[in-house]
């Protein structure tokens, strides 16, 4: 199987290396290219209108550091990366714009293979297939 242009997200928790791995052998195979997203979900969301300050200076350290670890995160990796992404927004919803704006073949996604109810409904991986335009590739993660 052939992919042009590889998109892997990565939530840049101890894991996300593990997934990369498989990113990168798979990418090196079928000659492709390989970009990263990260998405920051805005401090809104969580605290929406409930706390009496500012959040866009907290949250702009937020996405500089993603930024940094991000870029950081692609120059550890055997491959060179194309593109990093660093977007804030609704994780499952970015990854899919990004995939959409930057001709994505293919996604890779974390996947901890839970079980019962929180397999179907918990997983960014789940949220990720659904409405993908593009085939999606979800690596168990172990532990
Ligand atoms: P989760 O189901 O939230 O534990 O996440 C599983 C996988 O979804 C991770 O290994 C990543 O591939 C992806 N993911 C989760 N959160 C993010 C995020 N904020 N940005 C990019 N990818 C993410």
Redesign the pocket.
Known sequence: MSYEHILL???LTE??QQ?AEKAVILAQQSSSTLSL???IEPLSFAYGGDVPMDLSTIQEQLDEHAQQRLTEFAAQQAMPIKQTHVVTGH?ESE?HRIAKETDIDLIV????GRHGLSLLLG???NGVLHGAKCDVLAVR?KG
């Open positions: 997200a990565v939530d894991e996300s997934v997203v990260h998405v994780t990854i996604v974390g996947s901890h997983s960014t991986a993660v």
